[in-house]
């Protein structure tokens, strides 16, 4: 197990501009930090869960840019970045104007990441690693949910307590690449972005991504 998770992040990673969003910069893993380099087999030698939080996904990359690019869509509101990751849709939330972000993931090393990644960033973001699948949407004005449709049960989960979220009158904005378990269906797109990546990552150098209201 990791017993300074702040410590393997800073060593492992390293502080670097969003592509997409240039304003705010990430500890993330590239071709050059070792973390890029750990085979499956090794992070789980190491207790590492699949490190999501050190890469900045073409659909969250896509949705901080709107947010940017529309700060009256959560200027002074309570905004949850779901499934959050690094937490990079969350600042952008708060760089736009947020009164408060909360982001939350399952993942225990995502509140390290997050907190690193909001101190790089002068931002102050609240974390919870609680799944909030497993109760109804919180109390808040605004959702964002950024590449969470890449596996199937998953999606299923996510589509429908953010449809319920949606009905109780909390806007809710995705962005996704189109992955595989992407709805066909009951969201309304808002903009195409062509998000830098990688093909170490995605199976493009540049990925179409879209973000959508529901």
Known sequence: MIADPAAFILANTRLQAVPHAPGISLWLADEVTPLWRLTE???????????????????????ARWLLDHPHQVAGKRVLDFAAGSGLVGIAALKAGADS????????????????????????????????????PPDVDVICAGDVFYDRAMAERVLAWLTTAAGGGTRVFVGDPLRTYFPKSGLNLLAEYAVPTSRELEDSAVKRTRVWSL
């Open 41 to 63: 087999e090794e992070l789980g030698e190491i207790g590492l869960p699949p490190p999501f939080w050190a890469f900045a996904w073409a659909g969250g990359q896509g949705l």
């Open 101 to 136: 972000v909360l982001c939350a993931d399952i993942d225990p090393f995502c509140r390290t990441a997050v907190a690193l990644n909001a101190e790089a960033n002068a931002s102050r973001l609240e974390f919870t690693d609680a799944d909030l699948l497993d109760d109804p």
